[in-house]
């Protein structure tokens, strides 16, 4: 099977959030679908492991924010590629809370909207969140972003805990080595062996498997595990 076929899907690049005892959380989503008209409804799929599936299960509510081309990469890291549960993804975010008591990201959305929970269904290791919208606001008139975009522009990739994650395995095999160069997932920095990183005190020659385990990315700040082979 050609997986490279479901990269033709188009998708656009949202933050859905939500909340639970006032603790508050949100991700970075793309498989977000309108599906009726009246009333609007909406699909949104949230893998299991998120803590975003938890609170959006709790609240019976969640908002989605549409995300606008001047979106950072740093910013998507954060909310992408980054756990709610190690991090407060909204300490310095901009803000503000709905009419459904849940926040709505405002930095960087062009618009967004507010649902509450009318139905779910468990697929695997996603759940396909329904809801009715029952609040909507255009914030601007900057362009949203896409997905297409996101990849082919500023050469975003997607976690692996994404719907649309697409594991290099199926595509192509990899040839490890020693001394190979491996690349953000989030900003697309690439690491290589024989340049080093100076500025972080990493000699030239060094390998990325022997790179410190604290060792974060010179550009947005993920660790290694954020990091891929480069295909040779």
């Known amino acids: 099977m050609d997986y490279k076929v479901f990269l033709s899907i188009g998708y656009g690049m949202y933050l859905v959030a939500s909340q639970d005892e006032g603790q508050l ?19 949104v799929s949230i893998n299991k492991e998120n803590l975003t599936h938890s609170f959006i299960e709790k609240s019976r509510a969640f908002t989605v924010s549409i ?19 190690k991090i407060n993804k909204f300490d310095g975010t901009n803000f503000k809370m709905g009419k459904s008591g849940l926040p709505i990201v405002l930095d960087h959305a062009t618009a967004f909207f507010e649902c509450r929970l009318i139905n779910s269904f468990d697929v695997g290791n996603y759940t396909v969140f329904i809801g009715e919208a029952v609040n909507a606001e255009t914030l601007n008139d900057s ?27 199926k595509i192509t095999k990899k040839k490890e080595s020693i001394m190979s160069k491996y690349e953000c997932t989030v900003c697309g920095y690439v690491y290589d062996p024989a340049v080093g990183d100076i500025d972080n005190d990493i000699e030239p020659g060094t390998s990325f498997e022997d790179l410190p385990d604290d060792w974060v990315c010179p550009e947005c700040g993920v660790g290694k595990e954020d990091f891929e082979i480069v295909e040779e």
């Not at 970075?28 to 909406?42: C, D, L, S």
Request: no cysteine.
């Open 25 to 43: 959380n949100g991700q970075i989503a793309n498989a977000i679908v309108q599906i009726t008209a009246e009333p609007p409804t909406f699909a």
């Open 67 to 85: 995300l606008g081309e001047t979106t950072s990469m740093k910013f998507i890291g954060k909310f992408g590629f980054k756990s709610g549960r």
């Open 143 to 169: 362009k949203p972003m896409t997905y297409s975009y996101y990849r082919e522009v500023i050469k975003g990739k997607s976690p692996k805990t994404a719907p649309t994650y697409l594991d290099k395995k």
